[in-house]
């Protein structure tokens, strides 16, 4: 892949952007519930026309609180898989260990971050939201496959963020300020994250074999899998959710709508985005250009 990426240009980048926990929650930043959390690309309620806009909002919010939960789920995972990786190289190239070591204080302080934005909803939303689990188990089957497999997968879900911020998020004015500033200060340092990856993926695959690289994208295909089996069950929970927040019974031809809607959200949100991200695409290639026939023919059912 034909870039300029370098641990040392990350690492100064990440060390001018370094915002805390307390900058972003807390004190008087507020969730405001009389508006949207997610961008509609995202959301995709607004086609339910069974549904008041009030209702339309309140889905829009449940699926808020399940990206804070998805989010806080992968990074459970994003964080070991980044140490484990640092440590097989604490001497050497000063940059690349601090750089490295950086990212994974980042994911640290996203999961934080993601929780606390958690708890604010659960405050202040009024009803219970499901999200799947337990996150142990998640993390250690992601986390049983090998590392470039898992490398591959990380930086789909990297790219992901920049991609829902970029284009749905940045120029909308719409949405909650408080889920706004989230969403963007996660961008910023996701974008050092995609590069660092990037790093990473290019160097796991120069010396893996044939074999190996193979494996890897199996192992993508299966973490993706499981991830799609992880969304067909949250999309139950944020139907449910929605159920219980508004105490309004849906006919079975409007749950199935509903469903339907909340699944293609979520498939689009977690995984088409990345099957699609150009720069996600042009890495695979650079390691097995059939990869990227492949996961470009899958794209379509995710997006
Ligand atoms: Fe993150
Ligand atoms: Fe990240």
């Given at each position: ?42 959301a995709q309620v607004k086609q339910l026309s069974f549904l008041t ?251």
């Open positions: 892949m034909q870039h300029n990426y370098s641990y040392q240009s990350a690492l100064a980048a990440s060390e001018r952007i370094a915002w805390k926990v307390d900058d972003i929650i807390g004190g008087d930043k507020r969730l405001d519930f009389s508006k949207p959390f997610m961008p509609e690309s995202l806009s009030e209702e339309q909002l309140t889905l829009n919010q449940i699926r808020g609180h399940e990206y804070l939960s998805m989010f806080g789920l992968v990074e459970e995972f994003i964080l070991p898989y980044v140490v484990n990786h640092a440590r097989a190289q604490l001497s050497g190239d000063d940059y690349r260990v601090r750089a490295l070591l950086q990212f994974a204080g980042e994911e640290a302080k996203h999961i934080h971050l993601f929780k606390r934005f958690r708890q604010e909803f659960e405050d202040g939303f009024g009803s219970k939201c499901d999200f799947i689990g337990p996150a142990e188990d998640i993390k250690r089957f992601v986390l049983s496959h090998s590392p470039l497999g898992v490398s591959i997968a990380v930086l789909h879900i990297e790219w992901i963020t920049l991609r829902h911020y970029i284009e749905g998020v940045r120029d909308n004015q719409n949405l909650d300020p408080q889920f706004k500033s989230l969403l963007k200060n996660h961008w910023l340092e996701e974008s050092q994250h995609t590069k660092l990856d990037t790093l990473i993926v290019e160097s796991v695959a120069s010396t893996a074999s044939e074999d190996e690289i193979d494996q890897a994208f199996q192992e993508y295909g299966a973490i993706g899998e499981f991830l799609d089996q992880g969304i067909q069950q949250q999309t139950q929970f944020d139907v449910e959710s929605f159920v219980r927040a508004n105490g309004r019974q849906l006919s079975k031809s409007q749950r199935d709508e509903m469903t339907a809607a909340v699944l293609k959200g979520m498939r689009w949100t977690y995984l088409g985005t990345g099957m699609t991200h150009p720069n996600f695409l042009e890495t695979v290639q650079g390691i097995k250009p059939e990869a990227r026939q492949q996961i470009e023919q899958m794209a379509p059912m995710f997006c």
